[in-house]
């Protein structure tokens, strides 16, 4: 059991990286206004850094990050499931509302780097599809996401048909 918690969370650039747009802090003595505003949009962070609200980074996973000290996108977490459909699937661009199916598992089971793709004398084994860690599931198109995998977020016509049925 992995009892880790695993969210996204956004990341910022630490101030005076080349992404703050604020520059060094200024001197409170002598300019305590653009102190103000400079210590307005710069915060600590978990890291023990100070961050640039203005400078966001993007989202990552928190749990991930923590651990490796530095920021793990939340697309390479190493636990979070991913869901990419399954290989030659393509949904019509027409179709507002198509069930895709999508392979549901972590990074490492869909880039095939888990053990069970691997023989017993470490050679991958060539045929195999994908491992058991890895489930089907139905998605639906308006669930892809610009990166090609499928979000979890209801959608919409799903949730009404649930609904709405009566069996
Ligand atoms: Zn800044
Ligand atoms: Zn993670
Ligand atoms: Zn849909
Ligand atoms: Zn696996």
New binding site residues.
């Given amino acids: 059991m992995n009892a880790e918690q695993?969210e996204s969370g956004s990341w910022y650039w630490e101030v005076g990286s080349e992404q703050c747009p604020h520059g060094p802090e200024p001197d409170y003595d002598t300019q305590p206004e653009a102190w103000d505003i400079w210590i307005d949009r710069h915060t600590g962070s978990p890291q023990d850094v100070r961050i640039c609200l203005d400078a966001p980074a993007g989202e990552a996973?928190l749990?991930?990050s923590e651990d490796d000290g530095e920021m793990?996108p939340w697309e390479s977490?190493?636990?979070?499931e991913h869901a990419r459909p399954k290989q030659g699937v393509v949904p019509n661009p027409g179709a507002e509302h198509q069930p895709v199916t999508v392979l549901v598992g972590t990074l490492e089971c869909l880039d095939r780097e888990c053990d069970e793709y691997f023989g017993d004398d470490g050679d991958e084994i060539p045929d195999m599809e994908s491992c058991s860690h890895i489930r089907e599931e139905q998605a639906c198109s308006c669930q892809r996401q610009d990166d090609g995998e499928y979000s979890n977020d209801p959608c919409p016509a799903r949730s009404l048909s649930v609904t709405g049925g009566t069996a």
Avoid: E, N, P, S
């Avoid at 977490?77 to 979070?80: A, D, V, W």
């Fill in positions: 695993h996973c749990q991930c793990v977490c190493r636990i979070r």
